[in-house]
């Protein structure tokens, strides 16, 4: 255990989710400290971006309690949990033009009076978070004339740009090639590594091995499992939970699944 | 990361919002030069000089009379509720996240339509052809609120939906009414139908609404930025959507109605200032909403001295105008924008 008098970034307690009837997760019990990388995985339509909402504070529990740096959402005042946690949604399409220095801006949000400005120190972060993300030359873009995965890699930065002590991703990798995927993980890395918390939907099973230090696996019957990655990440659970069976192929430093 | 903001610099934030400004002062002179040519042309044509004395005098005579109780009532009408459409549409179209979204999109022209069409054809005087045009209004805003609510789900589809069939409704109901009308009315009905402000002599209240819904949409333009990107991700960000859109949709739907009940349903406007705008300056609400407002006004303040005064003296309805004004102009942006 780490020494770390704050409490922990995120604690689901006794958790419940459910959509319409259907059980999303029953009584899923975990806490998410700063430097944990927890991987949510399932097969579609399990309910994870729904179970992430729910994490995000956007979305009410059928029972139990989210608790976000200790206390739940109820309790922070109104507007200081956007400075705590930071969701990055799944891509919606934009029907209205805005450049990407722009885009990027919305992250400072929770940090602005009603009737401030972004002023250059925001600018300063915004620009900072779009270099991270290899789109420094593209400030003065418009976003419709971005590709889906410079898209993409703008609503992390937006995301970044908030600079929360929580990060929930929704399918971060959707639209990124695979240089693009490694990095993008490698950055939230290293921001769990300097203090962050990170929760994230993924499909790819190996880059969870590689990544993540905790899994939630989701059977899509409310059923989970959750625990550190390597005891979660088995053949004979993922194969059960993505109903396809599952081949483990090791060459003595990584472990691969492949599809049988 | 200084090399990254001196390399951005020049075309910054800082930079787009000095541009705004500047757009947004030149939209105060136009609207000031508009403001003369419409209160100085038409029949009798008075010098800019003349204007000023008859404007601050206290003099009667006939100069004086013509420009104080026709042109300026009917000039100030026709601002605020060019103002009041472009504001109205530029908030409909960040509520519905749909940029085809216009004042009307929710059914309100067509319920003021089918109230002050009742109205005209029951006979009643001026008054309660308003009456019902504001009545008619704000009923089908709340059918179509009720009716796309019933689940508590309202998403921007079944809003925009709903709105589209009580307008079709709607339109159904003023055709029998104006198959049904005795030939004396019929051409009343039709010049409410198109807008026109030759009728507005309390235009007042338009205006000072104007400056309030103004006023109480500014402090949630950031906000409205974050939501036009996208529900979950203005939620994420600490918006209460919830109550933001309630605020919106009531306050698109009462500046609409007031524009509608004081120059009937005038087409355009609502939907392709706000593009025009955008076009020009980007679609930052905190700037765009003010531009907006302004636009519309010097638009509809221009179509409707034009309407009187270009083959006078017969009187054009001046909805016909803002459309002719508006669709070359927004078809040339359009071209001169490639994506």
Request: a positive charge; one cysteine or more.
């Given at each position: 255990m780490k020494m770390d008098a704050r409490p922990p970034v995120l604690a689901a307690e006794r958790l419940t989710v459910q959509v319409g009837r259907r059980d999303?997760?029953?009584e899923l019990d975990f806490t998410l400290q700063a430097g944990d990388t927890l991987v949510i995985l399932g097969r579609n339509g399990a309910g994870k971006t729904t179970l992430l909402h729910t994490l995000a504070g956007l979305r009410d529990a059928a029972r139990g309690a989210v608790l976000l740096s200790g206390q739940?959402?109820?309790?922070?005042?109104?507007?200081h949990e956007a400075c705590l946690r930071g969701l990055l949604a799944q891509s919606q399409p934009d029907f209205f033009s805005a450049t990407v220095l722009e885009t990027a801006l919305v992250g400072r949000h929770p940090y602005l009076g009603r009737w401030d400005w972004e002023g250059p120190d925001d600018e300063a972060i915004a620009l900072a978070a779009l270099a991270q993300m290899g789109l420094e030359s593209l400030?003065?873009?418009?976003?419709?004339?971005?590709?889906g995965g410079e898209r993409q890699r703008l609503s992390i930065a937006a995301l970044l740009v908030q600079q929360p002590r929580l990060y929930l991703l929704d399918e971060p990798l959707a639209h990124l090639d695979l240089h693009h995927q490694v990095a993008v993980l490698d950055h939230f890395r290293s921001l769990a590594a300097s203090g962050a918390g990170v929760a994230m939907v993924l499909h790819d099973i190996n880059l969870t091995a590689r990544y993540a230090s905790h899994v939630l696996l989701l059977d899509g019957e409310g059923g989970h499992v959750i625990g550190p990655a390597a005891e979660v990440l088995t053949t004979a659970r993922l194969s059960a939970a993505f109903g396809h069976p599952l081949r483990a192929i090791a060459d003595g430093e990584h472990t691969l699944f492949v599809p049988a | 990361m200084a090399q990254g903001s001196a390399a951005t610099g020049g075309i910054g934030m800082h930079a787009v919002r000095r541009r705004a400004a500047a757009a947004l002062a030149g939209l105060v002179l136009v609207a000031l030069m508009v403001f003369a040519w419409s209160l100085s042309a038409g029949a009798l044509p008075v010098s800019i000089n003349d204007l000023l004395t008859a404007l601050t005098g206290t003099e009667g005579g006939m100069e004086a009379d013509i420009i104080r109780n026709l042109r300026l009532p009917r000039a100030v009408a026709a601002f605020a509720c060019g103002g009041l459409l472009a504001l109205a549409g530029a908030l409909m179209q960040v509520l519905l996240r749909n940029p085809l979204a216009d004042p009307y999109v929710l059914g309100i022209s067509g319920g003021a339509a089918v109230g002050a069409l009742g109205a005209i054809l029951a006979g009643a005087a001026s008054g309660w052809i308003d009456a019902g045009a504001f009545v008619g209004a704000l009923g089908a805003t709340l059918l179509v609120f009720g009716l796309a609510h019933g689940d508590g789900s309202w998403t921007q589809t079944r809003l925009l939906l709903t709105g589209v069939i009580v307008a079709a409704g709607c339109g159904a109901a003023v055709a029998l009414m104006l198959s049904l009308a005795p030939e004396g009315r019929v051409k009343g009905m039709l010049f409410w139908l198109m807008g026109?402000?030759?009728?507005?002599?309390?235009?007042w209240p338009a205006l000072a609404l104007l400056a309030v819904g103004l006023a109480a949409a500014l402090p949630f333009a950031r906000e409205l930025n974050l939501l036009a990107r996208g529900e979950v991700t203005a939620r994420a960000l600490g918006v209460r959507v919830g109550r933001l859109r309630g605020l919106v949709y009531g306050l698109g739907s009462l500046l609409t109605a007031v524009a509608v009940t004081t120059v009937g349903s005038v087409g355009f406007i609502g939907l392709i200032v706000p593009h025009l705008v955008r076009l020009a300056i980007g679609n930052d609400q905190r700037l765009l909403l003010p531009a907006a407002t302004l636009a519309g006004g010097v638009l509809l303040c221009a179509a409707d001295t034009a309407a009187r005064t270009v083959v006078a003296p017969i009187q054009l309805p001046v909805g016909v105008l803002t459309a002719l004004i508006g669709v070359p102009v927004f078809l040339f942006l359009l071209a001169r924008h490639p994506r």
């Open positions: 999303v997760c029953r739940p959402y109820a309790a922070w005042p109104r507007g400030a003065t873009r418009q976003v419709p004339t971005l590709s | 026109d402000a030759s009728g507005a002599t309390r235009p």
